[in-house]
């Protein structure tokens, strides 16, 4: 590989570090999901556990991308400075208290909603820390993070109401308002970057934003529409498996094209070059 002014793909971050965003998010967002629809029982049990096992998929990701994952302990050892410490601090404590949450008492569920979101904050600030990166550092890029999770996770929850049982008209019109939110700092985020990002990067999000629109914001919506207005019969569980599997789906294909296809560094900028035998 050449450095130089041009811009250069960046080959850090793979399809693994994608694996950190996507299971971390969505398994945040199921967290918050399930506290508010107020799932209890069985159904917490099991909808924790497969939240927990979502984040724990990430941040496995992350560790077989370490080069030497023996290493991996330090991680921990810069937090004042690395979001990337900030989250795994965060998740030394969310995972023992979601096993105290499921096996012991579900009043600590508030305390694990607090420490999901503490996850989901920490990982929306590790790409705009990227300052090399222009698709990464546009501050925007934290909101489509966070908002993109909590989306993903509340899909997986009307996803598995065949399962869970707790039909909501509130939680079908959050999940609502959740795309539309992701919806609009999608197109915030893209305007910002206008001008500001290779050609190749520029097509790889033009491509990731037709499927948002399409099956990540307009199917969802026009099903979340058709389960609010139609008889009770009609409410079967195939429209909403499909509705959260598709909101889910396409907002982890966005962060892995924001990732892995998008992350094109900016290349040097040097105002003024050193010429030798010349005096500054």
């Given at each position: 590989?050449?450095?130089?002014p041009?811009?250069?793909?960046?080959?850090?971050?793979?399809?693994?570090?994608?694996?950190?965003?996507?299971?971390?998010?969505?398994?945040?967002?199921?967290?918050?999901?399930?506290?508010?629809?107020?799932?209890?029982?069985?159904?917490?049990?099991?909808?924790?556990?497969?939240?927990?096992a979502?984040?724990?998929?990430?941040?496995?990701?992350?560790?077989?991308?370490?080069?030497?994952?023996?290493?991996?302990?330090?991680?921990?050892?810069?937090?004042?400075?690395?979001?990337?410490?900030?989250?795994?601090?965060?998740?030394?404590?969310?995972?023992?208290v979601?096993?105290?949450?499921?096996?012991?008492?579900?009043?600590?569920?508030?305390?694990?909603?607090?420490?999901?979101?503490?996850?989901?904050?920490?990982?929306?600030?590790?790409?705009?820390?990227?300052?090399?990166?222009p698709?990464w550092?546009?501050?925007?890029?934290g909101?489509?993070?966070?908002?993109?999770?909590?989306?993903?996770?509340?899909?997986?929850?009307?996803?598995?109401?065949?399962?869970?049982?707790?039909?909501?008209?509130?939680m079908?019109?959050?999940?609502?308002?959740?795309l539309?939110?992701?919806?609009?700092?999608?197109?915030?985020?893209?305007?910002?970057?206008?001008?500001?990002?290779?050609?190749?990067?520029?097509?790889?999000?033009?491509?990731?934003?037709?499927?948002?629109?399409?099956?990540?914001?307009?199917?969802?919506?026009?099903?979340?529409?058709?389960?609010?207005?139609?008889?009770?019969?009609?409410?079967?569980?195939?429209?909403?498996?499909?509705?959260?599997?598709?909101?889910?789906a396409?907002?982890?294909?966005?962060?892995f094209?924001?990732?892995?296809?998008?992350?094109f560094?900016?290349?040097?900028?040097?105002?003024?070059?050193?010429?030798?035998?010349?005096?500054?």
């Amino acid at each position: 590989m050449s450095f130089g002014p041009n811009p250069w793909h960046q080959t850090n971050w793979d399809a693994r570090a994608a694996g950190n965003f996507i299971g971390g998010g969505a398994g945040s967002g199921l967290i918050v999901a399930t506290a508010l629809g107020g799932a209890t029982g069985a159904a917490l049990t099991g909808l924790l556990l497969a939240a927990l096992a979502l984040i724990g998929l990430g941040l496995l990701c992350v560790w077989l991308e370490i080069g030497r994952p023996l290493r991996a302990v330090n991680v921990f050892i810069n937090p004042r400075t690395s979001w990337m410490s900030r989250e795994a601090f965060v998740a030394l404590f969310l995972f023992p208290v979601g096993a105290v949450t499921m096996f012991l008492s579900p009043s600590w569920l508030p305390a694990v909603v607090v420490l999901a979101l503490g996850f989901l904050y920490c990982q929306s600030r590790m790409l705009p820390a990227a300052r090399g990166i222009p698709a990464w550092r546009e501050p925007m890029t934290g909101a489509l993070i966070a908002s993109t999770g909590l989306a993903e996770g509340f899909g997986l929850w009307v996803a598995a109401t065949p399962w869970h049982g707790v039909r909501s008209a509130g939680m079908l019109g959050a999940f609502a308002l959740l795309l539309l939110v992701r919806q609009i700092v999608w197109v915030v985020y893209r305007r910002r970057l206008k001008g500001r990002i290779v050609k190749k990067a520029d097509e790889a999000l033009g491509g990731a934003g037709r499927w948002l629109m399409s099956l990540g914001t307009i199917v969802p919506l026009l099903i979340v529409v058709l389960l609010l207005t139609s008889p009770a019969e009609w409410r079967v569980g195939p429209f909403e498996v499909a509705g959260g599997v598709l909101a889910w789906a396409v907002g982890a294909w966005i962060k892995f094209v924001l990732v892995t296809r998008a992350a094109f560094n900016q290349g040097f900028a040097l105002k003024h070059l050193p010429v030798r035998g010349v005096r500054a």
